[in-house]
Antibody
Framework: QVQLVESGGGVVQPGRSLRLSCAAS????????MHWVRQAPGKGLEWVAG????????YDAVSVKGRFTIYRDTSKNTLSLHMNSLRPEDTAIYYC?????????????WGQGTLVTVSS | DIQMTQSPSSLSASVGDRVTITCRAS??????LNWYQQKSGKAPKLLIY???TLQSEVPSRFSGSGSGTDFTLTISSLQPDDFATYYC??????????FGQGTKVEIK
């Protein structure tokens, strides 16, 4: 069965960096686009970044542009998010999600999430 | 960016009630609209994609409709397991992919 397991969250000071990872299993990782979606405490969902199935294209939200980088390692079936210059407003649960669908891009499988807290 | 607005933000309903949640896009998005259910402390779960197609293993009491700018999610007979927050999400052409603010369905 499809499994996505995030790791790497924690407490970090403003301005510092953090790298999140997502281990994928149960499907052919190289055939699917992958995404990061976050949820601030008590708030709604915000798409953060996405990467095409082959890694040739990446996309990110304006709120993280120039600070966050998404990448994938197909040999290890791993998705990563490198976060620089972290701000308090980046505090959230970060979910890894598989992109699917040809009629409407959707997130059909999600990990359990990893909490990132940016605080001094 | 395309803005997604859900209504209501919350509702109270009883088991067996018919529940309807609406989602409006700031511009036409054809049928590029998905619905998710999120229970407290859990990851979201895909319910409906392309406005009206039920995801595998999702109960048939859930249905979606609409196109263009106005969409609805309907639960035909609310069950205890359905108390959760529901989000719409658009995927029209290019990112950013945006979500509605959510609708919390509570027990009456």
């Amino acid at each position: 069965q499809v499994q996505l397991v995030e790791s790497g969250g924690g407490v970090v000071q403003p301005g510092r960096s953090l790298r999140l990872s997502c281990a994928a299993s149960g499907f052919t990782f190289s055939k699917f686009a992958m995404h990061w979606v976050r949820q601030a405490p008590g708030k709604g969902l915000e798409w953060v970044a996405g990467i095409s199935y082959d890694g040739s294209n990446t996309y990110d939200a304006v709120s993280v542009k120039g600070r966050f980088t998404i990448y994938r390692d197909t040999s290890k079936n791993t998705l990563s998010l490198h976060m620089n210059s972290l701000r308090p407003e980046d505090t959230a649960i970060y979910y890894c999600a598989r992109g699917s669908g040809t009629r409407s891009l959707n997130f059909d499988y999600w990990g359990q999430g990893t909490l990132v807290t940016v605080s001094s | 960016d395309i803005q997604m607005t859900q209504s209501p933000s919350s509702l109270s309903a009883s088991v067996g009630d018919r529940v309807t949640i609406t989602c409006r896009a700031s511009q036409s998005i054809s049928s590029y609209l998905n619905w998710y259910q999120q229970k407290s402390g859990k990851a979201p779960k895909l319910l409906i994609y392309a406005a009206s197609t039920l995801q595998s293993e999702v109960p048939s009491r859930f249905s979606g409709s609409g196109s263009g700018t106005d969409f609805t999610l309907t639960i035909s007979s609310l069950q205890p397991d359905d108390f959760a927050t529901y989000y719409c999400q658009q995927s029209y052409i290019t990112p950013p992919w945006t979500f509605g603010q959510g609708t919390k369905v509570e027990i009456k």
